[in-house]
């Protein structure tokens, strides 16, 4: 089969791979939809010194077509709609049995990094305990954005507690900030969004969000005050990745307010005391989320008939990586995802 591998330095190529084969407690996926995510582009732009290419790709939606020989019916069966927890761990510490197979005390493995392969292709080999079923009336594509980005924005705003009647402020509008943004309105708060680019500002607002403002043309700091009778917002989430935008979130947060930082690498430079101690700040790390909570945002978006498709706006076949990445690359539009088959 055909897989989409990254080259590094801006360079992707559609490799041959063996299909793969099951071990004893593995199932191999038909891909129906593979998202792209924005951390794709660490390895898509950094510099490739590897001897082994892996397929990429870490937002799985298929279904089930083959058994490993130990998989019980009660975890899974041929012709099952699933999604993937993207992660595997040792299955015996305490995080990987409450289902944070990411924090694995002996050390994860990420499917679609290099440690094991990606859903960027036609078939992929899992651990069964890795699946979570696909409620029916979700599409294969909302699936793949539940299996990461989607799922992340859930696990961040049950994480913080978003109310009802809450403002966030929410940096970055790209496929985590927008999901956040669908699902904060959804909850009933007020959205301020804060992104540079005007199609996803435009996004932002199709989606709910009261406000949204380009932090190129206007203080942002100066806006979620002026938004929120000069207090802050209640809650922020960063998505961005800019160290700009991580310390607009802390000081665009109110007294007693929560900033929450999703998107990994960077630095953050404030103040203790006057940004965070004086003002009784708490300032919280999400990683995605657990197996169960990616089941909840499943049953989230299913409950509520919230549009996640929506957030799509490009559609690509395996055969056309090399354009889908450099798309995603300008960080403009909204989510890509691969239909394999």
């Known amino acids: 089969m055909k897989g989409i591998t990254f080259l590094g330095d801006h360079q992707v190529e559609l490799r041959e791979f063996a299909d793969p084969t099951p071990g004893p407690r593995d199932v191999i996926l038909e891909i129906k939809a593979s998202g792209m ?27 089930v077509v083959e058994l490993g020989a130990h998989v019980t019916k009660k975890e899974a069966r041929k012709g099952m709609r699933v999604m993937v927890h993207h992660y595997d761990g040792c299955g015996n510490c305490r995080h990987c049995k409450s289902g944070w197979s990411q924090l694995c005390d002996e050390g994860p493995i990420v499917y679609g990094s290099g440690q094991g392969h990606g859903a960027h292709a036609r078939y992929m080999c899992v651990a069964s305990h890795t699946l979570i079923p696909l409620p029916d009336d979700l599409s294969f594509m909302t699936g793949a954005a539940i299996s990461c980005g989607t799922g992340t924005a859930y696990g961040a705003l049950k994480r913080i507690g978003l109310e009802g009647d809450e403002t966030v402020a929410i ?19 007020r959205v301020i969004a804060i992104e540079t680019s005007q199609e996803r500002r435009s996004l932002a607002l199709e989606k709910g969000a009261y406000a949204a403002i380009d ?3 206007i203080d942002p700091v100066k806006a979620i005050h002026d938004l929120t009778h000069g207090e802050g917002a209640h809650k922020t989430i960063e998505t961005a990745g800019v160290k700009q935008a991580r310390i607009a979130s802390v000081k665009g947060t109110r007294k007693w307010g929560t900033a929450c930082f999703i998107a990994g690498g960077g630095d953050l430079t404030v103040e203790v005391g006057p940004d965070l101690t004086f003002r009784q700040i708490s300032l919280v790390g999400h990683w995605t989320f657990s197996k169960n909570g990616q089941a909840d945002c499943a049953r989230f978006v299913s409950d509520r008939k919230i549009d996640v498709d929506g957030i799509f706006t490009h559609r690509f076949k395996l055969a056309q990586a090399d354009e889908a990445y450099k798309l995603l690359n300008e960080q403009k539009t909204g989510k890509g995802v691969f239909l394999p088959s």
């Open 37 to 63: 995510c924005g951390t794709d582009l660490h390895a898509y732009r950094r510099q490739f010194t590897g001897t082994e290419y892996f397929i990429a790709g870490h937002e799985p939606c298929g279904i």
């Open 171 to 189: 940096f970055g509008q790209g496929p985590v900030g927008l999901s956040t943004t669908q699902f904060s309105a959804e909850m009933g708060a």
């Open 215 to 217: 932090p190129e043309e």
